[in-house]
């Protein structure tokens, strides 16, 4: 961790792009993501695992229409239907995955770090996969890494136009070429504080770390203040990244509870004495934790995906928009990018710490006549 600090986690303040679904789930994207695999969760728990841990099996069978045919119009058909629809059991098939779904949906940051590997209780499990990966990012940024600060040490010991600087340059050019050829597809950050076991997790690391690197700017701290900056138009695409993000997500976790579940039943299965004839036997359970596992999997990755493309618009965000953020501070976007660094550097060391000499004012920007004249 740098002297002047790094936020953490990205999905933080992600997390506000869905606070318009919080305040009404009653959306598309609630009801494909959230209600309905809350809904094939909560019918497929009553119908196959109920029996065998000993509950009463869901019974879907009550569900028929009673027309009475010695009446006519649409009233008395809305009724006979009214009547025979509460035939069924409405709080288990109805609200019961409605409030699931809005559980799920309230804990969508949760369930990100989770699959991020951020979460106490599950970093002694994947210590193995959090070395690896960091040796891997060693292997293949490390050398990177270090000539870069050598670089940015140059100025001050040899100028920028020094031989030596120059080779550096070109080293550092060459690492990159590299570094393209072997890993087209980069799934790990440079960073190796930022390296975490999972893919989701590598996936919003380079989010978060691609302004850094490029303008010293912490994502985390100023991504709220950007996005007031950022016409609305352009961050309903955003949000909707975001919503299918959280939405594979929600899907995955559901796949993989069923299908621990349905692999732990089906292997008791035999075990078990069952009056229920009709309940699936020990293959078929172990055939559909099975085939969930492959769900799950399948909606984890979609989910990487998803990241990936919101962290390209976010990308692009940074790129045309944070000279607005500097002006709402009063300041100047530099024409140099070494400077520009200094200035976001200490401009979050302020807005962190609240010490007034952190605060870049030397490159407060000029004021305009209007200003000068209306002082004078």
Same mark, same amino acid.
């Given at each position: 961790?740098?002297?002047?600090?790094?936020?953490?986690?990205?999905?933080?303040?992600?997390?506000?792009?869905?606070?318009?679904?919080?305040?009404?789930?009653?959306?598309?994207?609630? $009801?494909?993501?959230?209600?309905?695999?809350?809904?094939?969760?909560?019918?497929?728990?009553?119908?196959?695992?109920?029996?065998?841990?000993?509950?009463?099996?869901?019974?879907?069978?009550?569900?028929?229409?009673?027309?009475?045919?010695?009446?006519?119009?649409? #009233?008395?058909?809305? #009724?006979?239907?009214?009547?025979?629809?509460?035939?069924?059991?409405?709080?288990?098939?109805?609200?019961?995955?409605?409030?699931?779904?809005?559980?799920?949906?309230?804990?969508?940051?949760?369930?990100?770090?989770? $699959?991020?590997?951020?979460?106490?209780?599950?970093?002694?499990?994947?210590?193995?996969?959090?070395?690896?990966?960091?040796?891997?990012?060693?292997?293949?940024?490390? %050398?990177?890494?270090?000539?870069?600060?050598?670089?940015?040490?140059?100025?001050?010991?040899?100028?920028?136009?020094?031989?030596?600087?120059?080779?550096?340059?070109?080293?550092?050019?060459?690492?990159?070429?590299?570094?393209?050829?072997?890993?087209?597809?980069?799934?790990?950050?440079?960073?190796?504080?930022?390296?975490?076991?999972?893919?989701?997790?590598?996936?919003?690391?380079?989010? &978060?770390?691609?302004?850094?690197?490029?303008?010293?700017?912490?994502?985390?701290?100023?991504?709220?203040?950007?996005?007031?900056?950022? %016409?609305? &138009?352009?961050?309903?695409?955003?949000?909707? #990244?975001?919503?299918?993000?959280?939405?594979?997500?929600?899907? #995955?976790?559901?796949?993989?509870?069923?299908?621990?579940?349905?692999?732990?039943?089906?292997?008791?299965? %035999?075990?078990?004495?069952?009056?229920?004839?009709?309940?699936?036997?020990?293959?078929?359970? =172990?055939?559909?934790? =099975?085939?969930?596992?492959?769900?799950?999997?399948?909606?984890?990755?979609?989910?990487?995906?998803?990241?990936?493309?919101?962290?390209?618009?976010?990308?692009?965000?940074?790129?045309?928009? @944070?000279?607005?953020?500097?002006? @709402?501070?009063?300041?100047?976007?530099?024409?140099?990018?070494?400077?520009?660094?200094? =200035?976001?550097?200490?401009?979050?060391?302020?807005?962190?710490?609240?010490?007034?000499?952190?605060?870049?004012? &030397?490159?407060?920007?000029?004021?305009?006549?209007?200003?000068?004249?209306?002082?004078?």
């Amino acid at each position: 961790m740098s002297l002047l600090g790094v936020s953490g986690s990205l999905a933080n303040e992600l997390g506000g792009a869905v606070s318009g679904f919080l305040k009404n789930p009653l959306t598309r994207s609630f $009801f494909l993501y959230y209600y309905l695999p809350a809904a094939a969760f909560l019918l497929i728990q009553g119908l196959w695992i109920a029996p065998v841990v000993g509950l009463p099996a869901l019974d879907i069978s009550g569900f028929e229409f009673h027309a009475n045919p010695e009446t006519t119009g649409l #009233t008395q058909l809305l #009724t006979d239907l009214a009547v025979s629809f509460f035939s069924l059991n409405v709080i288990l098939l109805l609200f019961a995955p409605l409030a699931v779904g809005g559980l799920t949906g309230m804990l969508n940051l949760q369930i990100t770090k989770f $699959f991020e590997g951020l979460l106490p209780i599950e970093k002694p499990f994947l210590r193995r996969w959090l070395q690896r990966n960091k040796q891997l990012s060693e292997k293949l940024y490390g %050398p990177l890494d270090r000539k870069r600060k050598e670089y940015l040490r140059a100025p001050r010991e040899m100028g920028k136009d020094g031989d030596q600087a120059l080779a550096l340059a070109a080293e550092i050019q060459e690492l990159h070429v590299a570094i393209e050829e072997s890993n087209a597809d980069r799934s790990l950050p440079t960073d190796p504080n930022r390296v975490t076991p999972t893919a989701l997790g590598n996936a919003l690391a380079i989010a &978060e770390e691609y302004p850094f690197e490029r303008y010293g700017i912490d994502a985390v701290l100023f991504w709220p203040r950007l996005r007031a900056e950022v %016409p609305p &138009e352009l961050l309903a695409g955003l949000d909707g #990244t975001k919503g299918v993000l959280d939405g594979m997500l929600n899907v #995955t976790l559901l796949a993989y509870v069923f299908g621990l579940e349905a692999i732990v039943v089906g292997l008791v299965r %035999p075990f078990v004495k069952i009056a229920d004839a009709a309940s699936p036997g020990a293959l078929w359970l =172990i055939v559909a934790g =099975i085939l969930s596992f492959l769900v799950g999997w399948m909606s984890y990755r979609a989910g990487v995906s998803a990241a990936r493309s919101m962290g390209g618009q976010l990308q692009i965000f940074f790129d045309y928009y @944070r000279g607005k953020v500097l002006e @709402r501070f009063g300041l100047a976007l530099p024409d140099d990018l070494a400077q520009e660094k200094v =200035i976001w550097l200490r401009l979050a060391a302020f807005l962190r710490r609240g010490e007034p000499f952190y605060f870049p004012a &030397e490159a407060r920007a000029p004021k305009k006549k209007k200003e000068k004249d209306e002082e004078e």
